[in-house]
């Protein structure tokens, strides 16, 4: 039922939490460690990439139905991998919305429901119109440039990988807010990318959509350069209207689909 599939990004920037060198638990540097161990750690961390990935993929294609329950032992013999990387892999995925605690232990897969798409979609909406209005007045020429770039990587794979772009997407909006140098603002939004991820997703899946973000990530860059404001607020807002909309047309559908099989 899982994929094996091979890795395609790392752990999320700030999810793992830093230590002071020398205090209880602090982390060996990379220098210090013998060869072989820095070796097994990557293959370590590499494993619990693509489980993530499997189960992941799992997840929204539905071969995973909500509310199914998720065992660690099953799924570790099921990959041939131990125990540790799939602990890792589920928590990962419970950060980022995919899965829940279940009330007897354990954790199960989370439905996705209109209202949690809506509510989610709406805030990141509103946040984000403000965090771009900000970056109108205080983005810089290179940071411009990192987003013409971004586009024009998004354009060469979007016919390609999703979960590539989906990437280069997440990365587009995380430097657009950076630009408005408002760190609770940058915070604020942070939170709530982990949620908004697993619909992402399911709207990336569309080719027409994937292409006409792309064209509205280009219109963002050029009222960031000409410093407009205003038709920054109405880039944004459309932007998101579009992409709550497809997600909800890509929920029904696979809820149709699921639905048919059973």
């Not at 990141?124 to 983005?139: D, F, P, S």
């Not at 770039?149 to 280069?168: S, T, Y």
Request: glycine share 8%; with cysteine; charged share 30%.
């Amino acid at each position: 039922r899982f994929a094996r599939s091979g890795c395609s990004a790392g752990w999320p920037t700030g999810s793992r939490p830093s230590v002071r060198r020398g205090g209880p638990g602090a982390p060996v540097p990379s220098g210090d460690v013998p060869p072989k161990l820095r070796h097994r750690a990557v293959e370590r961390q590499t494993r619990c990439e693509q489980i993530y990935q499997s189960l992941k993929r799992a997840i929204i294609e539905r071969d995973l139905t909500p509310g199914e329950r998720l065992k660690e032992f099953e799924i570790a013999e099921s990959l041939g991998a131990s125990r540790t990387p799939v602990r890792e892999a589920l928590s990962k995925l419970e950060q980022q919305g995919f899965v829940r605690p279940h009330r007897s232990g354990g954790l199960t897969v989370d439905e996705i429901y209109k209202e949690d798409v809506v509510e989610v979609f709406g805030l990141m909406k509103v946040l984000e119109t403000y965090a771009a209005q900000l970056a109108a007045e205080r983005i810089s020429p290179r940071r411009l440039e990192q987003l013409e770039k971004l586009c024009d990587r998004a354009e060469r794979v979007v016919e390609g990988d999703g979960e590539v772009l989906g990437e280069l997407n997440r990365r587009f909006h995380e430097l657009l807010v950076e630009a408005a140098a408002h760190r609770r603002l940058q915070d604020l939004i942070a939170n709530l990318r982990y949620t908004i991820q697993p619909y992402r997703i399911v709207s990336l899946t569309r080719l027409d959509f994937r292409r006409s973000s792309i064209t509205d990530h280009r219109a963002i860059v050029e009222a960031l350069r000409a410093r407009d404001g205003q038709r920054l607020a109405n880039l944004i807002v459309a932007h998101f209207d579009v992409a709550q909309r497809v997600t909800l047309e890509g929920l029904r559908q696979k809820l149709a689909a699921a639905s048919g099989q059973t």
